[in-house]
């Protein structure tokens, strides 16, 4: 269950920025960022390839013998490819490049939205009810 004193208020949206990490710790820090971007980004690799799609996955322990590597649906003018893995020591650059298609939409928006269904239907219930005599 989830619960609103554990959610963070929401930061900036990350959408058009732009990281050049300088060691392996920045490197893994935006990797986490771009997993939980809820938008394409766009990779720039070290020997000059960019790759943009939707980073859907990271594996950053020594659990598997090519790690650390993200995993990413790459775009192609609109043309969905097969997944591509791609080793950290790789990637150069992550850009934000997509519509951060999360950003404004927090738990405590939900929340009063549905609450305000909720009120909304009560109220319609109860006027039909009044209004068929049973109040």
Do not use: C
């Not at 009560?122 to 005599?133: D, P």
């Amino acid at each position: 269950m989830t619960d609103t004193k554990y959610h963070e208020p929401e930061e900036r949206s990350l959408q058009a920025r732009r990281f050049t990490p300088a060691s392996e710790a920045e490197l893994a820090k935006a990797i986490e960022l771009a997993f939980d971007y809820r938008g394409d980004v766009r990779l720039r690799l070290r020997h000059g390839e960019t790759v943009e799609g939707y980073l859907f996955n990271r594996v950053n322990s020594g659990a598997h013998p090519d790690a650390p590597y993200v995993e990413i649906f790459p775009v192609d003018r609109g043309v969905q490819r097969p997944a591509r893995t791609i080793p950290y020591g790789q990637i150069e650059e992550i850009e934000f490049s997509g519509e951060d298609t999360a950003n404004g939409k927090s738990w405590e928006a939900w929340a009063a939205k549905k609450e305000f269904q909720r009120q909304a239907e009560a109220a319609r219930v109860e006027a039909e009810a009044r209004a068929r005599g049973h109040l």
